[in-house]
């Protein structure tokens, strides 16, 4: 049973950091794609960023603000999210699949079968 479990969520005032954890257990974790996505209130969920075997993707509206990193000794995956705006008030959550996921030109929802259960990410302006 593959397990994610996400942490570090909270609220932060505009230009503020934090760094989310996504915990994870049940499969091989060093051969998975892992990413991050959110879902902000009426609205779609959004690919954030990913990441396999050190090579990132990141979505336009957070590159250069959030970073995705992983220990895979602790199988721990994170994004540190820094310089954060009000538009990145979502729900963030951590997602992971088959390595070849992390192939595609694309970062959608549709390619990761196994989720977490979100952690909220609040910011005031």
């Known amino acids: 049973l593959v397990q994610l479990v996400e942490s570090g969520g909270g609220s932060v005032q505009a230009g503020g950091s934090l760094r989310l954890s996504c915990a994870a257990s049940?499969?091989?974790?060093?051969?998975?794609?892992m990413g991050w996505f959110r879902q902000a209130p009426g609205k779609e969920r959004e690919g954030v960023a990913r990441?396999?075997?050190?090579?990132?993707y990141y979505a336009g509206s957070v590159k250069g603000r959030f970073t995705i990193s992983q220990d895979n000794a602790r199988r721990t995956l994170y994004l540190q999210m820094d310089n954060l705006k009000s538009d990145d008030t979502a729900m963030y959550y951590c997602a992971s699949d088959r390595f070849n996921v992390c192939f595609s030109s694309t970062l959608a929802e549709r390619d990761f079968r196994y989720w977490g259960q979100g952690t909220q990410v609040t910011v005031s302006s």
């Open positions: 990441i396999y075997a050190g090579a990132t």
């Open positions: 049940g499969y091989t974790y060093h051969s998975a794609c």
